[in-house]
């Protein structure tokens, strides 16, 4: 009976805990990474106006890539050592993972059958870039543990008019790569802003 207790106690922390954003499944290691992949957009961005060849245009996103994959490998090695420590932001992990299982496939299976319609590419993209704003713009409003992911949004949105009314390739991939130094500076904007919420430190 007192095990019982405890476990019902332990639901009702745990829910009070998820409510008040206690946990929350990033920490000052998320900013960091999202200023220094701003940082290599930057970089990219600059490097795309002198080289245009298709390697060597390649080559300087190269750095933007690889931190990409580096910085979130880290990061998920440590939310795998805080389990116990950090239940509740780690769920929110595991959810967040299970989302985007679903959503990658609708995704492209969107790309592999509306083309088959008779759109334009153009078209296609902006259609596909609506409805991703859409479903990051609820998925963000989900809960402060989502709340990154406006970031994700808004650059989907502002892709919009860019692939209806920009059709120079060169020019589209130039915006994309600001939009994404954009989209990083957002990102750790309102990650430091919820980490604020909470006194900072807890998701450290």
């Known amino acids: 009976m007192l095990q019982d207790d405890v476990n019902k106690m332990q639901q009702d922390l745990d829910a009070v805990r998820g409510a008040l954003g206690c946990e929350l499944p990033f920490d000052h290691k998320d900013i960091r990474l999202s200023l220094a992949m701003a940082a290599a957009a930057g970089f990219f961005f600059v490097w795309s106006l ?17 931190l990409a994959i580096v910085g979130s490998f880290r990061i998920w090695r440590g939310w795998q050592a805080r389990r116990t420590t950090h239940p509740l932001a780690v769920k929110e992990v595991t959810r967040g993972w299970l989302i985007s299982a679903i959503l990658v496939p609708v995704v492209v299976g969107f790309f592999l059958v509306v083309p088959k319609l ?6 296609v993209y902006a259609i596909g870039m ?13 809960g402060r543990a989502y709340r990154r992911v406006l970031s994700v949004a808004l650059f989907c949105g502002v892709m919009i008019p860019v692939f209806l009314f920009l059709s ?17 500076l957002v990102d750790a904007w309102i990650v430091s802003v919820q980490l604020k919420g909470v006194g900072g430190s807890r998701g450290a």
């Open 50 to 66: 002198f080289f245009n060849e298709y390697w060597s245009f390649r080559a300087g996103g190269s750095p933007m890539m690889l």
């Open 130 to 142: 609506f409805w991703a704003s859409i479903l990051f713009l609820v998925m963000g409003l989900m």
């Open 118 to 123: 008779g759109l334009g590419t153009s078209q």
């Open 168 to 184: 120079d390739p060169y020019y589209r991939t130039r915006v994309a790569i600001a939009l994404t130094v954009l989209m990083m």
